[in-house]
Every structure is written in structure tokens, then in C-alpha cells.
């Protein structure tokens, strides 16, 4: 159902970004959990504290 209605956690604001630069890539880390999100888990899962980014209005 997470992918059906857009919650998956790539579009939440807790997913946070970065660059490894032991392995020359971005990787993805959940802000509350801590843990890595593969790819799978990044375009597929969500949780109870996914949480939409907030727009900028400009």
C-alpha cells in the first residue's frame, strides 16, 4: 500500500542523504532509526514516522 499512496520512505523528510566517501556513493539513513535503507527498502517501504517534507511557498 506504501508505494500506491506515495509514502515510501525516498520521499519522507526523515530519510537523510550523504556521500560515503570510503565507497564513493550516496546512501540513505533513516533520521529516527539510525539504520541504513538499501535501495529496495528506500523505494518500497515506509513507517510510522514517515512525514511529508514541507514545501517551500516562494
Known amino acids: 500500500m506504501s508505494v500506491e499512496n506515495g509514502k515510501v520512505c ?3 523528510q526523515h530519510c ?3 556521500y ?4 564513493e556513493m550516496i546512501e540513505c539513513r533513516c533520521e529516527i532509526s539510525g539504520e541504513y535503507l538499501g535501495y529496495v527498502r528506500v523505494m518500497e517501504d515506509w ?12
Open 47 to 58: 513507517c510510522r514516522h514517515w512525514a511529508k517534507d514541507k514545501e517551500d511557498n516562494e
Open 20 to 23: 560515503n566517501e570510503e565507497y
Open 16 to 18: 537523510i542523504r550523504s
Open 10 to 12: 525516498c520521499n519522507c
